[in-house]
């Protein structure tokens, strides 16, 4: 089917950056929306940010104006750069893609997460 493969977690210092990076392949025909969310333990997991096929973005306020969301569309990639990151960020991040297949069915496919710890 659709397979979602993230990368670029791992141990950052508060105030410092990170770079995620998330690659689709497999039978896929469309990518409509791609996004990635975020769940801390012990909490639900939930919207950081998505991007539209067409390119407007969307952000959850806690990270409005220290992340930014991209996609590059030839190569079915989305990318979210992290920025004056903060321990409060400390999770695993999913990356997520809604998805015509080339069976011409639509579904929404989830990566297999990648830890970000923020701290010093």
């Known amino acids: 089917q659709v397979q979602l493969v993230e990368s670029g977690g791992g141990l950052v210092q508060p105030g410092g950056s990170l770079r995620l990076s998330c690659a689709a392949s497999?039978?896929?025909?469309?990518?409509?929306?791609m996004g990635w969310y975020c769940q801390a333990p012990g909490k639900q997991r939930e919207l950081v940010a998505f991007?539209?096929?067409?390119?407007?973005?969307n952000y959850a306020d806690s990270v409005k104006g220290r992340f930014t969301i991209s996609r590059d569309t030839a190569k079915n990639t989305v990318y979210l750069q992290m920025s004056s990151l903060k321990p409060e960020d400390t999770a695993v991040y999913y990356c997520?893609?809604?998805?015509?297949?080339?069976?011409?069915?639509?579904?929404?496919?989830w990566g297999q997460g990648t830890q970000v710890t923020v701290s010093s």
């Open positions: 997520n893609a809604d998805v015509k297949t080339t069976m011409w069915t639509r579904i929404s496919s």
């Open positions: 991007i539209s096929s067409g390119g407007s973005t």
């Open positions: 497999g039978s896929i025909s469309t990518i409509y929306a």
